[in-house]
């Protein structure tokens, strides 16, 4: 098949109406274009919110929760194993909430290869006081360098440095909220009660701001030693385990298999933040909807446009049939017509989708919610360009089919005659 | 002088929309190498509708043809398209030329499809045809910049470039003044002496068909003389 004079032919007739030609490419060109900035944007803004949660939420979080005991002492006792036991106004049991035996499952889990890293933490309820007033707050003794390494610790410090909770004996860093309900600034000493009464000095050395108020207004920060002394406990206390996996998708896999292994409590991401995964795809269902209307709007473009062109191009199409084209020559004739449009208008959209995307990417974008973001968040996805790429192209095949094929079934002889 | 080009036996059609009526009525013909040969026949008696049968763009009918000795009769229409594309020259009463190209791109077309020989080589050829019909200072020009006697000799150019078995006319001195359709013709019997082409015209000018080589006369669907 003579390929080069399908080409010729689709190129003279899209130049002899090259106005009708360009208008159906630059829809092409702006449905692709909106398609990549948007999505680039929406799925840039999903991160930047996901993130808000999921940067600072373990994969797999090893504790001791707080509950009745699974295996009452009857149930364990032989006398009474083939009867029904009912007990009645169970209670939890006042366990410990430390991890046992935190160092060997610590060393453990820096030898497993699924996982990235591994932040300890301790966390313990206290009293800040103020004057008359005691306000509750949440301290988190944390390793400054691994929570920084696996959690984004370092970007939400608005005020101070993280690694001065390490350098600063006895120091804490104060969630937002609570420093202003406390007044308190960096060099400021608190009082610190504990739940068991204690109380204990801490040095303020920076504020820490989330983006989630109601997270800012309890939670503070300490070094893991400094929690320690608070709670009067030994060195290798420890309440949770913070693991960050190299794949998420086995997070709840890997939990179980930890829960079993070290007989603690686990939570796995997906069920710790699932509402945050509806959220996300939700968004980006929309945008691909949206994206995609686009396209085949631009793709009824390009329908009319051809079928203006078959109305017109009727006497050619009857007289290169007649001399010896046949259908399926003048179908590839008017779909090389059609996939032109897409590809040109296609090609130029994703260029002017990643401008688009560039531009918005350097819009200034400033909220409190968030220090470390300056401007709109973008993801540079090849994946949307690719989508878009196929996309404008099977789109305008399907819009181009239907006119080629009308025009592949002209019958010459009913043009021909009716002169 | 004996070699059969076009030979059609017992063809009969009949237009069934809304109702049944026989248009072509067992009708048998067969046209030698070197003939030129005349359709004459009142308006409805179906001379139209049998060229277009024997050009094979009409293939609802009974019967068989043969073109160049080779079966045309219910072939694919991809084959068909390539015997008429190779075989066929087609001259219209229209001159059908596309506009969007040039005199010698709608010449050169037809024998571009056919892709026997290289592009420079069927530039060439047009050449020549445009040449021996007094137009080769139009080739460059877009077609809708000739005049209506000119667009017609491109159109017989085109139909000769892939040197076919027979050339076939629907009233080509149809939309013509005299002095044209003069011309025309003369091509035409320039072409039947000089070079032995075969043609079948389809006309209603009984001056024209008078100086054919053979009339074939037509009336309700049946031949009546030839």
Known sequence: MNHKLIFSISWSLMKARWKQTLIAAVGVTFSIT????????????????????????????????????????????????????????????????????????????????????IAPKIIAPVFFNAGTIDITGVINGIDVQSESALFHFNDYIITGKAIDLKNVPNSIILGKGVADKLLADPGDVLQVTTSQGDIMPLKVVGYFQSGLQDFDKVQCYTSINTAQKLLGKPNNYLTDIQVKLTDLNQAPVVAKE?????????????????????????????????????????????????????????????????????????????????????????????????????????????????????????????????????????????????????????????????? | MSEVILQASHISKSFHDPVTIPVLNDLSLSINKGEFVSVVGKSGCGKSTLLYILSTMDTDYEGQLWIDQQLVTNQKEKQLARIRNEKIGFVFQFHY??????????????????????????????????????????????????????????????????????????????????????????????????????????????EFAENTNRIIEMEDGRIIRQ
């Open chain 1, 258 to 419: 930890y829960g079993a292994l070290f007989q603690a409590d686990t939570e796995d991401i997906q069920t710790a933040n699932s509402q945050f995964e509806t959220g996300s795809f939700i968004r980006t269902l929309i945008s691909y909807s949206v994206g995609i209307t686009l396209l085949i709007v631009a793709g009824f473009g390009i329908y009319n446009i051809l079928n203006m062109m078959i109305y017109e191009k009727m006497d050619a199409i009857a007289i290169m049939k007649a001399t010896g084209f046949s259908g399926s020559d003048v179908n590839r004739i008017f779909i090389v017509i059609a996939l032109s449009i897409g590809f040109f208008g296609g090609v130029i959209g994703l260029f002017l989708g990643f401008g688009l995307s560039v531009v918005i990417d350097n819009i200034p974008f400033r909220t409190a919610a968030l220090p470390t973001i300056t401007t709109f968040p973008v993801n540079y996805n090849p994946a949307f360009y690719f989508i878009g790429a196929i996309f404008s192209l099977v789109t305008t095949y399907f819009a181009g089919y239907f006119p080629a094929r009308k025009a592949s079934k002209v019958d010459p002889v009913i043009i021909i005659r009716g002169k």
């Open chain 2, 97 to 206: 030329l596309l506009n969007e190209f040039s005199v010698l791109r709608n010449v050169m077309l037809p024998g571009l499809k056919l892709n026997k020989y290289g592009e420079q080589e069927i530039e060439h050829r047009a050449m020549e045809r445009l040449k021996m019909l007094h137009i080769d200072d139009l080739a460059l020009k877009s077609a809708n910049q000739l005049s209506g006697g000119q667009k017609q000799r491109v159109a017989i150019a085109r139909a000769l470039i892939n040197d076919p078995a027979i050339i076939m006319g629907d009233e080509p001195t149809g939309n013509l003044d005299k002095k044209n359709g003069q011309i025309v013709f003369d091509i035409f019997k320039e072409l039947s002496l000089k070079y032995q082409q075969t043609l079948l015209i389809v006309t209603h000018d009984p």
């Open chain 1, 34 to 117: 909106m398609f990549i900035a948007l999505l680039s944007f929406m799925t840039g803004l999903n991160g930047l919110l996901d993130g808000l949660v999921l940067n600072r939420t373990p994969h797999v979080r090893i504790y001791n929760d707080i509950k009745p005991s699974k295996h009452q002492p009857v149930n364990l006792s032989g006398e009474y194993k083939q009867s029904y036991n009912f007990i009645k106004s169970v209670k939890s049991a006042s366990g410990r909430q430390e991890i046992y035996n935190s160092a060997a499952i610590l060393q453990l889990l820096k030898n497993d290869n699924r996982v990235v890293g």
